[in-house]
């Protein structure tokens, strides 16, 4: 049924006649209107500034409104190293944002902790507190890898239903739109990860020999 | 029957608001009806940057500006007036000279004042 109902539509385009769905016309406003939180947190937000500006010009997609508050944003790029102490912060600028909300990880900091990976103040990737839809390495990458990651992240909302069992997740009422932030213990964040967008490695299948 | 000379103006007026009001309007019954609206404690909490906000809004703050208005007019503004003050001095009426000193010893009252409540020295 689908597919047929794809091939008449590629039919009735060779006939100079265009159908779209409600569907296809929402996620097409949608994903050329991404509003960007302004919000940097190292030298990665270097690369996100160049990106915005002239010659890589990210308004090319519909993304140049770098909003400063989060309740008008629809973007989070978390462009740099996420120390502990700021972790708090990021994850409840996320709660603050309308939905539906997307973020990016950009950079090696912001998706595992980079080469400050064993510092004992750097969070190993943003992924432990919040959904992260598109995860860029590099370090920094390059503004051109920032629009790969943002043409990645148009591609996912206009792939995402309006209906059905398969709907986006902002659609779905009893899906949380908050998640817990994390506080400061003694000795690291409580908790280290949120279980329900960091689950745990699955068991290694083999044994460490004591 | 002649037409009212203002029924332009009305009509367009009508067409102005409306144009206006319309998109406020469907915007509202998007919002109503279509938006997802998932509200929770962090996204309907003040905006602070992701802090959270200590305390109340509604706080009385003693600003203490007045002090910083008078030292202002005392060293500032009539620094002003005394510079075209000594240019013209030769040339001055009396009227307007008694004026000047009044002028001078109403600012001077107020360095003695200040002086007096401490403003003069380093805090």
């Known amino acids: 049924m689908e597919q ?56 090319r ?38 939905e539906p909300k997307y973020v990016i990880a950009m950079g090696a900091c912001a998706i595992s902790g980079g080469p400050f990976r064993d510092g004992y103040n750097v969070l190993k990737g943003i992924d432990r507190y919040v959904p992260v839809d598109v995860h860029i390495p590099g370090c920094p990458p390059r503004p051109e890898a920032l629009l790969h990651a943002f043409i990645t992240l148009q591609k996912k909302i206009d792939a995402q239903q309006l209906r059905g069992e398969g709907r986006a997740h902002h659609l779905k009422a009893d899906t949380p739109s908050e998640y817990p932030v994390p506080d400061f213990g003694s000795h690291d964040l409580e908790p280290t990860h949120n279980d329900e967008v960091f689950p745990p490695k699955p068991e290694s299948p083999f044994k460490v020999l004591p | 029957m002649p037409e009212h000379p203002w029924r332009t103006v009305i009509a367009l007026l009508i067409g102005a608001v409306a144009f206006g009001i319309t998109p406020l309007a469907l915007a509202r019954v998007w919002a109503r009806y279509f938006s997802p609206q998932k509200p929770g404690p962090d996204k309907n909490a003040i905006y602070e940057c992701g802090l959270e906000s200590k305390g109340d809004a509604w706080i009385q703050f003693d600003s203490a500006y007045y002090l910083y208005a008078i030292i202002f007019l005392i060293f500032d503004v009539e620094a002003v007036f005394l510079l075209p003050f000594a240019v013209a001095f030769t040339g001055l009426t009396m009227g307007a000279a008694i004026a000047m000193l009044v002028f001078l010893l109403l600012l001077v009252e107020g360095l003695i004042w200040a002086w007096q409540k401490g403003l003069l020295t380093w805090a």
């Open chain 1, 61 to 98: 997609f519909g993304a140049e409104v770098f909003r400063p508050s989060p309740r008008q944003a629809d973007l989070m790029i978390v462009a740099g190293t996420v120390t502990k102490k700021m972790a708090p912060q990021v994850v409840r600028l996320y709660n603050q944002m309308p």
């Open chain 1, 4 to 59: 047929e109902l794809k091939d008449l539509k590629v039919e009735l385009q060779k006939q100079g006649i265009f159908t779209t769905t409600l569907e296809e016309i929402y996620n097409w406003g949608r994903k050329n209107s991404v509003w960007p939180l302004t919000f940097g947190l190292a030298c990665c937000a270097i690369e996100m500034i160049a990106t915005s500006m002239a010659r890589y010009d990210i308004a």
